[in-house]
């Protein structure tokens, strides 16, 4: 076999093999640890209504809004690790739900528009695409001092284009060319078949263009 | 609790403290009423209103590892030496924080607040610096009294 073709082919299968284990761990966290709090919480609930005691009804009510923090910590955790809607819903959904959750941890804005029709995409290039925005924007949140992104999802015939611009202080692509975050980017839209570009200026920002072959 | 950063006596302690220690940024994060949320409701010399739009993660950052813990911290040369990723601390990135100390608020003996100080550049802060925030955040802990119980 091409050497080439045999790199990217394990490259393909040590990705893949991550996804499944995060997967496992994300619902193993949100239906079983998650569960199990949940009906901590519930009995809890039940002790502090047949409690007449205020400071030990104070108490149990501290325990329930810990346990409250706990389980909410634990189901962000797991959509974090693996956004259900990906599975479920399809890219588009799922990006819409980690843009909120990415806002209420980095104060970051961001714009998301969608032109043209959403189309089904196989699973694995849908979290590819997922995983490159998302490294995208974590590295906007570290590196871009910006307040506002913009996301532009462009379906087309038979290409999935999306650009994420951040209007931040922008880097020289030349200076970052060997770093592995930004090369992991491009190798797994490489493995989709796809492409992923990125560039940048000082003091106008960086642009990240992806584009997925649609079937 | 939406209206603190309006609260006169609260913007007073903070600016007091800011001028005190010759820090670059006071933060008071505090959390919500009848929800587990930890959200930054009044900072100073904040570079933009990013800290509005954050919400403390519970044991994350040096805001939610100081609510589950109920200990004080101190960063010095962030991201040198962190426990976690770098993105697990939004408020030193949002802020461009390099230091920092911080410290817990009390209400009925549970942690349901944050006092932070930060600088942009590599600090230590003395034990007498830290007492200050310390004091700070009692005196902040009896101007809330009313608003948290």
Redesign the interface.
């Known amino acids: 076999m091409d050497p080439l073709k045999m790199k990217q082919k394990i490259n393909s299968y040590i990705i893949d093999s991550q996804e499944e284990e995060i997967k496992r761990i994300a619902l193993e966290l949100h239906e079983g640890v998650g569960q199990n709090l949940y009906s901590i919480l519930t009995g809890l609930q039940f002790i502090e209504s047949g409690t007449q005691e205020p400071a030990m009804k ?1 108490y149990v009510r ?1 325990m329930e ?1 810990l346990i ?3 389980i ?2 634990i189901r ?1 955790l797991s959509v974090e690790l693996h956004p259900p809607a990906l599975t479920t819903l399809g890219l588009l959904p799922a990006m819409k739900s980690y843009i909120k959750c990415y ?7 961001v714009d998301l528009n969608s032109d043209g029709i959403e189309k089904q995409i196989p699973e694995k290039d849908r979290i590819a695409v997922f995983r490159v925005c998302q490294e995208a924007l ?1 590295n906007i ?2 590196y871009a ?1 910006t ?1 506002n992104v913009k996301i532009n999802f462009f379906w087309k015939k038979d290409e999935l284009k999306i650009t994420i611009d951040d209007f931040g202080k922008g880097f020289q692509p030349k200076e970052y060319g060997d770093s592995s975050g930004l090369a992991v980017m491009k190798e797994r839209m490489l493995l989709t078949g796809g492409q992923c570009v990125i560039s940048s200026k000082i003091g106008e920002g960086t642009s990240v263009e992806i584009s997925l072959p649609l079937e | 609790m939406s209206q603190l950063r309006e609260l006169h006596s609260v913007i007073q302690v903070c600016e007091q403290l800011k001028e005190q220690i010759s820090c670059e940024f006071v933060g008071l994060a505090m959390q919500n009423e009848g929800s ?1 949320d930890v959200r930054w409701h009044y900072a100073s010399g904040n570079l ?8 403390v ?4 950052g040096i805001a939610g590892k100081i609510i589950s813990s109920g200990s004080p911290m101190m960063l010095e040369e962030f991201p040198a030496n962190i426990a976690g990723k ?2 697990d601390y ?1 408020i030193m ?2 802020e ?1 924080l390099v230091s920092t100390y911080a410290v817990p608020l009390f209400f ?1 003996s ?1 942690p349901k607040g944050v006092l932070l100080v930060g600088k942009r550049e590599k600090y230590i802060f003395s034990e007498q610096e830290q007492e200050m925030v310390q004091d700070s955040a009692s005196l902040l802990e009896q101007l809330l009294m009313g608003d948290i119980l």
Not at chain 1, 103 to 109: A, Q, R
């Open positions: 104070n501290e809004l409250g923090k706990t909410q910590e962000l806002t209420s941890t980095f104060g970051i804005l974590m949140a570290k001092d307040s | 587990p933009n209103d990013k800290y509005k739009r954050i919400t993660r519970f044991g994350k770098v993105t939004p990135l949002a461009k009925n549970v």
